[in-house]
Structures are given as C-alpha cells and as structure tokens.
Nanobody, 120 residues
C-alpha cells in the first residue's frame, strides 16, 4: 500500500523559510516521479515542483529561484525547501507520486497535506 506522509508545515512570516518533508513507502520509489502541489482556499490545486526518477526538477514560475525540490532515495524521502516565502504561498501542500509520464490527478498517489501559512 502506497503511503505518503508530509511534515514540516507551519506558520511563518513573509521572507521566512520552511522545509517540507514527505516520507514515502509502498512502491518502487526510484521509478516514480514525485512532486509537491498546493491548494489555497477557493483555488484549484496546482503543481509547485516535480522531480523525476532521474532527479531532474521542474518548478512553477511562481516559485522559481525560491523553492527547491530534492529527494533522498536511500531514505525514500522527498523535500521541498521554501525560501523567501510570500503570503501568496499560503496553502495546503501535498506530496504526490506518479509513475513517470502518468497523469498525477488520475493515477497519482497523494498524501494528506501539510498547511503552510505565511503572514505579511
């Protein structure tokens, strides 16, 4: 059974930093893409950062240069380092895993989410 468990969310002031972690289990970690998505109240879920099985990252334009995704295959853990946080980064952040080339929303696996709140 696939399990993704996020941690590291919290409340921070604008300009601050947080690091999210996602502990993964139940699948062949090294053959999946993993990513971070977020959903703010009243908005659709959006992709923040994705890292494929080869370790190549892709970022949403809104977070480029501020957020950094990484993974530790030995620990089956995904990370998101978030720097220079802005109030508009406030959202529930979700960890997700999907077979390379798959549709995240159709066949991906999702964690329960961790809340990030950035105050001005």
């Amino acid at each position: 059974q696939v399990q993704l468990v996020e941690s590291g969310g919290g409340a921070v002031q604008s300009g601050g930093s947080l690091r999210l972690s996602c502990a993964a289990s139940g699948y062949t970690y090294s053959s999946y893409s993993m990513g971070w998505f977020r959903q703010a109240p009243g908005k659709e879920r959006e992709g923040v950062a994705v890292i494929d099985s080869d370790g190549s990252p892709t970022y949403a334009d809104s977070v480029k240069g501020r957020f950094f995704i990484s993974k530790d295959n030995a620990k089956n853990t995904l990370y998101l380092q978030m720097n220079s946080l802005k109030p508009e980064d406030t959202a529930m952040y979700y960890c997700a895993a999907c077979e390379n080339g798959g549709n995240w929303y159709a066949v991906g696996y999702w964690g329960q989410g961790t809340q990030v709140t950035v105050s001005s």
